[in-house]
């Protein structure tokens, strides 16, 4: 796909600055970017529209969101982000798809939630979820640290008769279990490579609590629990100023229909309910979200899933507090966490989603064949086990896999590809929004001085206007409404409230003694009329207009 920049590197913060400077300089008229808030370190989070104002404002189109990072070491997402903004105004004067996407709809996105946690993630051997802000941190453990200087904290593994481990003898450099008639023989714990903190002479050691602990995907209002039940959930609902921001940046856009949030790994697509079963949501709803995840199926190759019945395995204690969760279950907008990146697949031992906990030799099985694929594929991300002086354990071995760019983020090699597969599944998403329009506009002469005018509005996207069904339920819908400009009306109200449209989605289909038929189509469209006076020659104006599915407008001679 032909871009500008080149994806086949992670982004730091000034070189998303640079390109989002770039293109706002460059394309005037089709990109804007705004600072949505600093954070604690002193760095932008950017907020970039997409779409021609000549076509009309921002917000008199459909909007979709898009973003990136909320969790800072998923660098994956925010690249993803700038190159589906790069790919759009790249393209936007010579492919039709790009220019028709600007013209028509209004492309919002965030490529990075939490600039100074990525910063941190990509600059510093270290390793966090959100904010590199101390969040009620713990003292004791061993903390994570490059102790061999390059670059990386891999594992460390400390030989101990206590251990859980042992080396494999069948392949070198793995590790498995220890089995229950072990009694003979060197074995480890593993830990992360680093310091012990706080060391008290207790030999029953763990791994420190992060001191970085906050997770902006537990901070957003719908389901938040406090971090007794969740950890990194912040004080209180958005008491991180980052996730305020998203927030209020969303119910600052009305017209926003869709969401895709950035995430790694796994090769997942997420979708809600992510708090309850999907059979207690609106079977309507649940039958758009699987049918818009299979266009991700088609692009990704990505496996679509429920949130709550397939990837939670706690389905008591749930995680919630999520973005996706906020989106659909308090404005009834359609949103999909990406989950971006599958090592697991291309080692050849995918992951089973069921809901429930994975036995750990299936866990361990899947990481000792991603390890054999890193060796062969990206073996500069993959460091031998080598013997290191411990200043607290003595002879210590450090080794394994550079995680962040092999397990939670693809090597820089393949960051492209994950990158354009993404941007085809965003304009594909992003085409299914509600989108009015003015079918016909007729007037006829039924006296003198008098004309009746109909006009017929229908909605031409997959989704109705009130986006789901969920969005009823909220009372968060709002109607169509349409109106009729610069005529004297005699019979019918100036401006008409229709209610909801529905989408192509809700036309019910199937097959009857092996034909295929359409048992119902959608009620996409309806019909208004008035009665107006005026004279032959004269101009009207009629305007339909819905905040999630844009405006549509026409002129018509008396």
Same mark, same amino acid.
């Given at each position: 796909?032909?871009?500008?920049?080149?994806?086949?590197?992670?982004?730091?913060?000034?070189?998303?600055?640079?390109?989002?400077?770039?293109?706002?300089?460059?394309?005037?008229?089709?990109?804007?970017?705004?600072?949505?808030?600093?954070?604690?370190?002193?760095?932008?989070?950017?907020?970039?529209?997409?779409?021609?104002?000549?076509?009309?404002?921002?917000?008199?189109?459909?909007?979709?969101?898009?973003?990136?990072?909320?969790?800072?070491?998923?660098?994956?997402?925010?690249?993803?982000?700038?190159?589906?903004?790069?790919?759009?105004?790249?393209?936007?004067?010579?492919?039709?798809?790009?220019?028709?996407?600007?013209?028509?709809?209004?492309?919002?996105?965030?490529?990075?939630?939490?600039?100074?946690?990525?910063?941190?993630?990509?600059?510093?051997?270290?390793?966090?979820?959100?904010?590199?802000?101390?969040?009620?941190?713990?003292?004791?453990?061993?903390?994570?640290?490059?102790?061999?200087?390059?670059?990386?904290?891999?594992? /460390?593994?400390?030989?101990?008769?206590?251990?859980?481990?042992?080396?494999?003898?069948?392949?070198?450099?793995?590790?498995?279990?220890?089995?229950?008639?072990?009694?003979?023989?060197?074995?480890?714990?593993?830990?992360?490579?680093?310091?012990?903190?706080?060391?008290?002479?207790?030999?029953?050691?763990?791994?420190?609590?992060?001191?970085?602990?906050?997770?902006?995907?537990?901070?957003?209002?719908?389901?938040?629990?406090?971090?007794?039940?969740?950890?990194?959930?912040?004080?209180?609902?958005?008491?991180?100023?980052?996730?305020?921001?998203?927030?209020?940046?969303?119910?600052?856009?009305?017209?926003?229909?869709?969401?895709?949030?950035?995430?790694?790994?796994?090769?997942?697509?997420?979708?809600?309910?992510?708090?309850?079963?999907?059979?207690?949501?609106?079977?309507?709803?649940?039958?758009?979200?699987?049918?818009?995840?299979?266009?991700?199926?088609?692009?990704?190759?990505?496996?679509?899933?429920?949130?709550?019945?397939?990837?939670?395995?706690?389905?008591?204690?749930?995680?919630?507090?999520?973005?996706?969760?906020?989106?659909?279950?308090?404005?009834?907008?359609?949103?999909?966490? /990406?989950?971006?990146?599958? %090592?697991?697949?291309?080692?050849?031992?995918?992951?089973?989603?069921?809901?429930?906990?994975?036995?750990?030799?299936?866990?361990?099985?899947?990481?000792?064949?991603? /390890?054999?694929?890193?060796?062969?594929?990206?073996?500069?991300?993959?460091?031998?086990?080598?013997?290191?002086?411990?200043? %607290?354990?003595?002879?210590?071995?450090?080794?394994?896999?550079?995680?962040?760019?092999?397990?939670?983020?693809?090597?820089?090699?393949?960051?492209?590809?994950?990158?354009?597969?993404?941007?085809?599944?965003?304009?594909?998403?992003?085409?299914? /929004?509600?989108?009015?329009?003015?079918?016909?506009?007729?007037?006829?002469?039924?006296?003198?001085?008098?004309?009746?005018?109909?006009?017929?509005?229908?909605?031409?996207?997959?989704?109705?206007?009130?986006?789901?069904?969920?969005?009823?339920?909220?009372?968060?819908?709002?109607?169509?409404?349409?109106?009729?400009?610069?005529?004297? %009306?005699?019979?019918?109200?100036?401006?008409?409230?229709?209610?909801?449209?529905?989408?192509?989605?809700?036309?019910?289909?199937?097959?009857?003694?092996?034909?295929?038929?359409?048992?119902?189509?959608?009620?996409?469209?309806?019909?208004?009329?008035?009665?107006?006076?005026?004279?032959?020659?004269?101009?009207?104006?009629?305007?339909?207009?819905?905040?999630?599915?844009?405006?549509?407008?026409?002129?018509?001679?008396?």
């Amino acid at each position: 796909m032909k871009t500008t920049f080149q994806y086949d590197h992670y982004l730091l913060y000034e070189d998303i600055k640079n390109d989002l400077n770039y293109f706002v300089q460059k394309y005037p008229e089709l990109c804007k970017a705004e600072v949505n808030m600093v954070t604690q370190e002193g760095r932008n989070q950017y907020a970039v529209t997409l779409t021609n104002q000549k076509t009309g404002d921002a917000l008199s189109k459909p909007g979709w969101y898009l973003d990136g990072n909320i969790h800072a070491g998923e660098v994956t997402s925010a690249s993803c982000a700038m190159h589906t903004i790069d790919y759009l105004l790249t393209n936007y004067e010579t492919d039709a798809e790009c220019r028709k996407m600007l013209d028509t709809y209004t492309i919002y996105v965030i490529p990075r939630v939490s600039p100074d946690g990525a910063e941190k993630y990509l600059t510093t051997p270290y390793s966090l979820r959100s904010a590199p802000r101390n969040y009620l941190s713990e003292e004791g453990g061993i903390k994570g640290e490059d102790l061999d200087g390059d670059g990386v904290i891999r594992m /460390m593994r400390i030989a101990t008769p206590y251990g859980a481990w042992k080396k494999d003898p069948k392949k070198d450099g793995s590790m498995v279990f220890r089995e229950p008639s072990d009694t003979e023989g060197t074995f480890y714990d593993i830990y992360p490579e680093g310091v012990l903190e706080a060391y008290d002479g207790d030999e029953n050691l763990k791994q420190k609590k992060a001191d970085w602990g906050l997770d902006f995907n537990r901070n957003f209002p719908l389901g938040w629990f406090p971090d007794s039940r969740q950890p990194g959930a912040g004080a209180y609902p958005l008491s991180n100023p980052e996730n305020k921001a998203v927030v209020d940046f969303v119910l600052a856009h009305p017209n926003i229909g869709g969401a895709a949030i950035g995430h790694t790994s796994g090769g997942l697509l997420l979708y809600p309910p992510g708090t309850k079963p999907s059979k207690d949501a609106p079977g309507s709803d649940i039958a758009s979200f699987k049918a818009i995840a299979e266009m991700g199926v088609q692009e990704l190759g990505y496996q679509p899933l429920n949130i709550f019945d397939s990837f939670m395995s706690d389905q008591t204690h749930y995680d919630s507090g999520a973005l996706d969760d906020w989106f659909y279950q308090s404005q009834g907008i359609p949103a999909y966490t /990406m989950e971006f990146w599958d %090592v697991a697949s291309k080692a050849g031992v995918p992951r089973v989603w069921a809901g429930k906990p994975e036995e750990p030799q299936k866990t361990l099985e899947r990481f000792n064949a991603v /390890m054999d694929w890193v060796k062969k594929n990206a073996p500069e991300y993959y460091a031998d086990w080598k013997e290191y002086d411990h200043p %607290v354990f003595g002879r210590v071995e450090l080794g394994g896999l550079n995680i962040k760019y092999t397990i939670q983020n693809p090597p820089q090699k393949y960051l492209a590809a994950e990158c354009e597969h993404d941007t085809k599944f965003n304009l594909r998403f992003a085409k299914a /929004m509600p989108h009015l329009t003015l079918d016909s506009v007729q007037s006829e002469t039924i006296g003198d001085g008098l004309f009746r005018v109909t006009a017929e509005v229908g909605n031409l996207g997959f989704l109705p206007t009130n986006l789901t069904d969920e969005a009823v339920t909220l009372k968060v819908d709002h109607p169509v409404a349409v109106s009729i400009e610069k005529a004297e %009306v005699i019979e019918g109200k100036k401006v008409n409230e229709i209610g909801s449209l529905s989408g192509f989605s809700r036309t019910e289909t199937g097959s009857f003694y092996g034909n295929l038929t359409t048992f119902a189509n959608a009620k996409a469209k309806k019909k208004v009329s008035w009665i107006i006076k005026g004279k032959t020659g004269d101009s009207v104006v009629i305007k339909a207009a819905q905040e999630k599915s844009g405006h549509a407008e026409k002129t018509i001679v008396l």
